[in-house]
């Protein structure tokens, strides 16, 4: 197939090109030669190229910067996916979006399946879920993927600044009043390729399985790369940032498995993985 990857030079572009490029031919973008807020070069760009599916890697994906630069984030992650919606209509493409587990507002008990009640507490929530909405009115073709608490090679991420912070600290704090699923884009790259040789459109969440919170997946980093830190736990409100989180936001992964997919790996065996990789 002909696809086309939006924010290529990202963490998961990045590995969406390592999945993707041996069984198809890539066409591959970033925000200086496809900038997805300007529609009509999103319009020209696609209606010229004529991908048989694009996937959307673009994001401002900066949670805390979206609280400042509210604009910023409604134009990329709100208007740009629109753009995008509206350039595969046009040549009837379908259209993988990424979105977040950051649509959800945290007060859930128990993993949420995709029909659970949306209510995203944050500026970068909500402007995920603008996207959301825009595919689900523009396009039948289309795959919503949301993920959550992502880390890979190409970019920053939890795993990564705790390993850095290691290097000169015995001690840290970290929240541990939210609970999620950390995802190894490597495994969600994965996922995405087998989802897009199929025709079963809709909302998936795709996360590695398992969950926990930010304070045990830190102590389980350190355990596996055997670092003596000492993880001291506080809560979200006693380690401020601009950007409400949600607390609880576990994603069951239902309409995946309804299809017939395998579960990923926890995410014990993929962070794993990661260090083994980065060490
Ligand atoms: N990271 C997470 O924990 C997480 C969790 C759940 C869902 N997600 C979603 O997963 C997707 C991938 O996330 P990621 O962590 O791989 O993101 P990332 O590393 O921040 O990459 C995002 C890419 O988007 C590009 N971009 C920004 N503005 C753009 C614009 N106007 N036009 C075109 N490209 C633009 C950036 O390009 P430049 O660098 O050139 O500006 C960057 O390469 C995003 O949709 C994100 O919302 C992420």
């Not at 929530?125 to 959301?132: I, V």
């Not at 909405?133 to 919503?144: G, N, P, S, V």
């Not at 880390?151 to 939890?158: L, Q």
Request: charged fraction near 25%.
């Amino acid at each position: 197939m002909k696809i086309l990857i939006t924010g290529s030079n990202g963490m998961l572009g990045h590995d969406l090109i390592e999945v993707l490029k041996n069984s198809h031919e890539l066409i591959l973008t970033t925000s200086k030669t496809l900038d997805i807020t300007d529609e009509q070069h999103v319009l020209d760009f696609i209606g010229q190229l004529k991908p048989d599916v694009v996937i959307n890697a673009a994001a401002y994906t900066d949670v805390d910067g979206c609280e400042q630069n509210q604009e910023l984030a409604y134009a990329v992650n709100g208007e740009g996916v629109k753009n995008l919606a509206l350039a595969s209509r046009q040549v009837d493409c379908a259209l993988v979006h990424i979105s977040t587990d950051y649509v959800f507002d945290g007060s859930a008990t128990e993993p949420i399946a995709e029909d659970g009640e949306i209510g995203p507490i944050s500026v970068y929530g909500k402007s995920k879920l603008k996207a959301e909405q825009a595919i689900q009115e523009i396009l039948d073709k289309f795959y919503i993927v949301r993920t959550a608490w992502l880390y890979g090679i190409n970019g920053k991420n939890f795993p990564k600044t705790m390993l850095e912070l290691a290097e000169n600290h015995s001690q840290i704090t970290v929240v541990y009043d939210e609970v999620g699923t950390p995802t190894y884009t490597p495994d969600l790259a994965d996922a995405i390729s087998n989802l897009i040789e199929t025709d079963y459109y809709g909302i998936y969440h795709i996360t590695n399985s398992d969950y926990c919170s930010w304070c045990e997946f830190a102590r389980y980093i350190f355990e596996i790369a055997e670092k003596d830190v000492k993880v001291i736990p506080v809560t979200a409100s006693e380690f401020a940032r601009p950007a409400p989180r949600p607390s609880y936001s576990v994603l069951k992964n239902k309409n995946w498995i309804d299809k017939g997919f395998k579960p990923l790996r926890s995410y014990k065996e993929a962070i794993k993985e990661y260090i083994e990789l980065i060490k």
